[in-house]
């Protein structure tokens, strides 16, 4: 079992910069990849970023590539998601994800764990 924790969501205008946690605890993360997705109202989940715990290699979805940034803190079993030059259409609530597996998916469904979400608002 994996617990994921998400924190650092927030009003800010476009252009602005913010950065997402997702602390996780439970079971060990070397064989998981995580991942983050974000869901607009009247929208379906969107894939936006994962990383291979054991490797550290990420993958972006086309419209936030360049913009923002997934990393990883061993040590703290925690993932972060960087996002700078913000846009009104960014605005979600971003959930961090878990999947017991080496193969990355950018599929929701595909993950086993999630957190509770973080609201993110771009103000235009």
């Known amino acids: 079992q994996v617990q994921l924790v998400e924190s650092g969501g927030g009003l800010v205008q476009a252009g602005d910069s913010l950065e997402l946690s997702c602390a996780a605890s439970g079971r060990t993360l070397t064989t998981y990849h995580m991942g983050w997705f974000r869901q607009a109202p009247g929208k379906e989940r969107e894939f936006v970023a994962a990383?291979?715990?054991?490797?550290?290699?990420?993958y972006y979805a086309d419209s936030v590539k360049g913009r923002f940034t997934m990393s990883r803190d061993d040590a703290k079993n925690t993932v972060y998601l960087q996002m700078n030059s913000l846009k009104p259409e960014d605005t979600a609530v971003y959930y961090c994800a878990a999947r017991s597996s080496f193969l990355v998916s950018m599929t929701a469904s595909a993950y086993d764990y999630w957190g509770q979400g973080t609201q993110v608002t771009v103000s235009s």
């Open positions: 990383v291979r715990w054991s490797s550290g290699n990420t």
